[in-house]
């Protein structure tokens, strides 16, 4: 009994070790791709350690309207993606999470980061904060229907809505039995939901502080130190639970199936590789279009929940 508590802990502890430590690198390759594209040198990849590292070391300054829910919010939202990124396979389909929960339960804990994340931005009295959580909150409630019936959508192949049983599914599967016109419709209507949650153009702008066409940076505007610190990490380390939910659902090619260190570095290396091709695509369309109106937001999400309906109904006539 003993034993395998030990060994579930470390699972644990390596999962989420791994999540943020390669969450900054994959923020740092994004925005290094991006400044390829637009002929600028860029940043080093390895900037946002140093980012993190300093705002950690910077005093903390609290706006004398904010109650302790100010306070709480970085902290709870940090555990609660880093926990939604235990259920997640990202380089081993084995977590013994299925117990806690499954897709939903993923879905619950982003959710309850960006609600306490709101709450912080309300709770400062800042008009720019409320603007940032009242336009975050409106496109969640787009973002998470879209996201669920894409996921869905794979859920069906492997009889299962634990992540870690549709990624070991899908493992083992023939390149013909993954390529088919159900899951290329998930794959768009996921890859939607992905640029949508990570703030990214064209839905919102993550290098922009311009007060009307702020989203995510809005809301975390009030922040400093080491509580920015704790912001801006969550939100990469979900960027990369995000990357690692589409790449390994849809190409589940390098993840472990087994607990042995070899597997699981091979998984790490795979993960990374296809988080690279990831982060090219994303820095591309941020290069190639611009940023839509406010208005037009709804519509993207709109297509994406489509695509995702399609896929569901199309994996349902094929079985």
Do not use: C
Not at 23 to 36: M, T, Y
Request: aromatic share 10%.
């Amino acid at each position: 009994m003993l034993a395998e508590l030990v060994h579930s802990l470390s699972q644990f502890f390596i999962q989420a070790g791994f999540l943020l430590i390669a969450a900054p690198l994959i923020q740092g390759l994004i925005k290094k791709v991006k400044a390829f594209f637009q002929k600028r040198q860029g940043p080093p990849i390895l900037q946002p350690y140093y980012d993190l590292w300093k705002l950690f070391h910077k005093e903390t300054v609290v706006s004398a309207e904010a109650s302790w829910v100010y306070r709480a919010a970085p902290w709870v939202g940090f555990a609660a993606v880093v926990a939604a990124g235990l259920f997640i396979p990202v380089a081993f389909a084995g977590l013994p999470t299925a117990f806690a929960g499954d897709v939903l339960a993923v879905t619950f804990l982003f959710a309850l980061a960006r609600f306490f994340t709101a709450l912080a931005a309300l709770d400062t009295g800042s008009a720019f904060g409320g603007m940032g959580a009242s336009r975050e909150m409106a496109l969640a409630s787009l973002v998470e229907p879209a996201m669920l019936l894409a996921i869905f959508t794979v859920s069906l192949g492997a009889g299962s809505t634990d992540l870690n049983q549709m990624v070991a599914a899908g493992a083992v599967r023939t390149a013909e039995e993954l390529f088919t016109p159900a899951h290329f419709l998930a794959l768009a209507g996921l890859f939607i939901v992905l640029i949508a949650e990570t703030g990214r153009i064209p839905v919102d702008n993550p290098d922009t502080h311009l007060e009307l066409t702020m989203i995510h940076e809005g809301m975390v505007l009030e922040f400093s130190g080491r509580h920015l610190a704790l912001a801006n990490w969550s939100h990469m380390v979900k960027q990369a639970a995000l990357m690692a939910l589409l790449a390994n659902l849809f190409f589940p090619w390098g993840v472990a199936t087994r607990w042995s260190l070899p597997a699981i570095a091979i998984g790490m290396a795979a993960f990374l590789a296809k988080a690279a091709v990831l982060a090219v695509a994303l820095a591309a369309v941020e290069s190639s279009f611009a940023k839509l109106r406010l208005f037009r937001v709804p519509d993207l999400l709109g297509a994406s929940f489509v695509l995702s309906l399609l896929a569901l109904i199309s994996g349902q006539v094929a079985r």
